[in-house]
């Protein structure tokens, strides 16, 4: 049985996120089928999941852009830490010379421990902000335009997650916070 399986526990109540991320726990689970299997069947397996990684966090991307967030923001920060660490896997098992697939190994392990955070914390602040502002994920359209003056989001979009602008003075992040001239 996979490390990761998908259950309710995982979905956001938001239809087109929880396909997408219903993919994502289903792909790993297909890596982590074949970390036994021949070379290349799990290289295949891996890339199959990484195609659909590309997708799946672009397409956050785009909700997060279309919905007031700042260009680098923590949560697309992390999308792309994550889909550097996997491409590199990937091109690492891929070597015609030497092919190393332990990088790829820990990772279908670290993804299945990596991804229920990360659903669970900034996928389900960004499908909250998008349902309070009306955002229609399928037509890409807003219930109303977002003001041009109003303040981009540079955090995740959730309540616990803070820039050091914005976090209340007691918290770690105002207290680590590099000093602004």
């Not at 015609?96 to 990596?114: G, N, R, T």
Request: charged letters at 25%.
């Amino acid at each position: 049985m996979p490390t990761l399986t998908w259950s309710d526990d995982l979905a956001l109540q938001h239809a087109e996120m929880d396909h997408t991320h219903q993919e994502f726990v289903d792909l790993l689970a297909d890596c982590e089928a074949a970390l036994q299997a021949e070379p290349a069947e799990l290289l295949a397996r891996w890339q199959r999941l990484v195609d659909h990684t590309v997708e799946h966090f672009g397409q956050e991307d785009r909700w997060m852009a279309a919905t007031g967030f700042e260009p680098e923001n923590c949560h697309s920060f992390q999308h792309k830490a994550v889909l550097d660490v996997m491409k590199e896997c990937a091109r690492r098992a891929g070597l015609a010379e030497q092919p190393d697939f332990e990088p790829l190994k820990l990772a279908v392990a670290e993804l299945a421990i990596w991804f229920p955070q990360h659903a669970r914390q900034m996928d389900a602040a960004l499908a909250g902000h998008m349902e309070s502002l009306g955002y229609d994920a399928a037509t890409g359209t807003l219930r109303s335009p977002i003001a041009e003056d109003a303040q981009r989001i540079s955090g995740c979009g959730g309540s616990s997650c803070h820039t050091a602008e914005d976090a209340p003075a007691d918290t770690p992040a105002a207290e680590s916070a590099p000093a602004t001239a």
